[in-house]
């Protein structure tokens, strides 16, 4: 309604910075080393929750909108996930589900579907669609209780079901490369007894040598300058007049 609407315009004046981008990648890199069998077993429901939130988070950066806020609540059997507003409500019947990938898939499902909303108002989001795409998937979606063929073949629909592919996908992606990363890090630290994930993970490595190689450049072109400006005042002139 029109107050979630004024809700979304408050938060979309509050502009990421470089500290709560570093944050929001960070938590999301921890909440994906905790989809793993192991770690969701013991976990606690608002633990989930809170890596839930984590991906949403990353998400919601990555497409430059408001991130929806996280909740639980009991569904039916068969339901994971429902977008209203600016939050995603999960089963909260399904938390202890083994098959966490599911809650993966609805995240970034429901995701879509808010980036979809969010469209509707944000020139930031809207430039991201085709012409008259955001106008198609902001149409009524049919009743699938009644018109389960029209539910599937809407454009928000097909839209979600691959934004849901798509975020598993480079969700196991990053695990994977999450993992290689910490086990180098272990092979280079150990002597470091508590693992504090203090780095990040899915940097690029090349990236990172192209960056210190810049820095050694521009270290370097800086001492050269110094150097000039202490060898000039050696040899500037003290009666004033020019070389």
């Known amino acids: 309604g029109s107050c979630a609407v004024a809700v979304l315009l408050y938060l979309r004046g509050c502009s990421v910075n470089e500290m709560e981008r570093e944050t929001i990648d960070r938590r999301y890199q921890r909440a994906v080393r905790n989809l793993n069998p192991q770690a969701w077993s013991v976990m606690l429901p608002q633990e989930k929750l809170q890596d839930l939130q984590a991906l949403e988070n990353k998400n919601a950066m990555d497409q430059n909108r408001v991130p929806c806020r996280v ?3 009991p569904m039916a059997p068969g339901q994971w996930a429902y977008q209203a507003d600016s939050r995603i409500v999960v089963n909260a019947n399904e938390l202890d589900n083994p098959n966490f990938m599911e809650h993966v898939d609805s995240i970034y499902h429901e995701g879509s579907h808010a980036r ?3 469209a509707q108002y944000f020139p930031e989001v809207s430039r991201q669609y085709a ?3 955001v106008e198609e ?3 009524p979606v049919p009743d699938p209780n009644t018109d389960l063929q029209g539910y599937l073949d809407h454009p928000a629909e097909v839209a979600a079901r691959a934004a849901g592919a798509q975020g598993v996908a480079q969700t196991q992606a990053d695990h994977t490369r999450i993992c290689a990363a910490d086990q180098t890090y272990r ?4 002597n470091q007894i508590l693992e504090t994930y203090d780095y990040d993970a899915l940097a690029d490595p090349e990236a990172g040598a192209e960056s210190e190689i810049a820095d050694e450049q521009e270290n370097s072109l800086a001492s050269g300058e110094q150097a000039g400006v202490a ?4 040899l500037a002139p003290d009666d004033g ?3």
Do not use: F, V, Y
């Open 187 to 190: 092979s280079e630290h150990s």
């Open 71 to 73: 909740q639980a609540e």
């Open 241 to 243: 007049e020019s070389l």
């Open 116 to 118: 979809d909303m969010q």
């Open 231 to 234: 060898l000039g005042a050696d």
């Open 137 to 139: 998937r902001n149409t």
């Open 131 to 133: 012409p008259g795409q």
